[in-house]
């Protein structure tokens, strides 16, 4: 069969750069296949982290103060492959939650997905912002839903696939079964586990899908976090939107500073200041934050044991 072919080859290929159409040419070989096409609604809700620096190693950014600041990275800047994004093709990121799940899980994960002191699994302190979008419009992706390990853990994730499953049911026997292989071959890729030290290539596979869906008139792609394999919380799941629709479906409302702290494995992250935006045309100003909200570097470290 082609697509097992094609995945077979995807399988055997060593990524770089000059396999780039190789890659292209096998995902078109695919084949028309069941996806799920799902939309986010508009007042759904995105947090998008970005870190500002590793104190006392980066040159740190920011104040991050304007919408542009937490959207997507400039196309000049955009240089590697990422899990949903191509040097070809940057993507805004975030982190989007349903109903059941609160707005601090989805920091979290964000946090995760965004630190690069908790990436690198080291020990420091790092400067990291939060922006939350609410959607002013929908947003129409492709969910990426199969990968068994997630289902069990939300009814979200559960949903997701059971929608796929009993669509797939209306399909010829032969069109299920490439759905099956394709979209199972996808889910491994968009969840697998990327080293840090990694070469970005290892995202090519899922960046560029990514693209080519973008390239064919969706927002993009609709993830669960590979995060979520680290925390006990239920399963979250990533949006990467490419520039239009994050630029004309995505209010940004709220944002806030905070340092993470990462020590012997034990992880604080505390809030230093935070505003509420009401024309998100302007810049911004933050108000630096007070007990309880703050803790401060000192007190941090006494509860930490070390400093």
């Not at 939060?130 to 992706?141: A, N, S, W």
């Not at 940004?252 to 998100?280: H, M, P, Q, R």
């Amino acid at each position: 069969m082609m697509n097992q072919e094609a995945i077979a080859k995807l399988k055997g290929l060593y990524l770089t750069e000059e396999s780039r159409q190789e890659v292209k040419d096998s995902i078109n070989k695919f084949g028309g296949v069941g996806v799920i096409a799902m939309t986010l609604h508009k007042g759904k809700n995105i947090i998008r982290a970005r870190t500002n620096g590793i104190v006392g190693e980066d040159k740190l950014e920011g104040p991050f103060n304007k919408k542009a600041d937490f959207l997507y990275k400039p196309a000049k800047f955009n240089t590697t492959y990422q899990r949903a994004s191509t040097p070809h093709q940057t993507m805004f990121y975030g982190v989007a939650y349903p109903e059941e799940e609160s707005m601090e899980s989805a920091r979290l994960i964000a946090t995760l997905e965004g630190s690069k002191l908790l990436r690198a699994e080291r020990e420091g302190e790092e400067k990291i912002s939060y922006g939350r979008f609410v959607v002013t419009q929908d947003i129409p992706l492709i969910a990426i839903c199969y990968n068994e390990g997630f289902v069990p853990r939300s009814r979200h994730a559960a949903e997701l696939y059971e929608a796929w499953r009993k669509g797939l049911t209306a399909l010829p026997p032969e069109l299920q079964e490439r759905s099956i292989a394709v979209t199972q071959y996808l889910g491994n890729e968009f969840s697998k586990m990327v080293l840090n030290t990694a070469p970005h290539t290892d995202y090519m596979i899922s960046g560029i899908y990514t693209e080519m869906v973008a390239a064919k008139g969706k927002a993009g792609v609709y993830y669960p976090s590979v995060k979520n394999l680290h925390v006990e919380q239920g399963v979250l799941f990533n949006v990467a939107i490419t520039p239009a629709y994050a630029e004309n479906c995505l209010k940004l409302i709220s944002a806030g500073e905070c340092t993470i702290y990462s020590e012997k494995g034990n992880i604080v992250v505390d809030n230093d200041s935070v505003t509420t935006i009401t024309d998100e045309t302007q810049v911004f100003e933050f108000s630096t934050l007070g007990s309880p909200y703050h803790v401060g570097r000192e007190e941090v470290y006494k509860r930490l044991g070390s400093k």
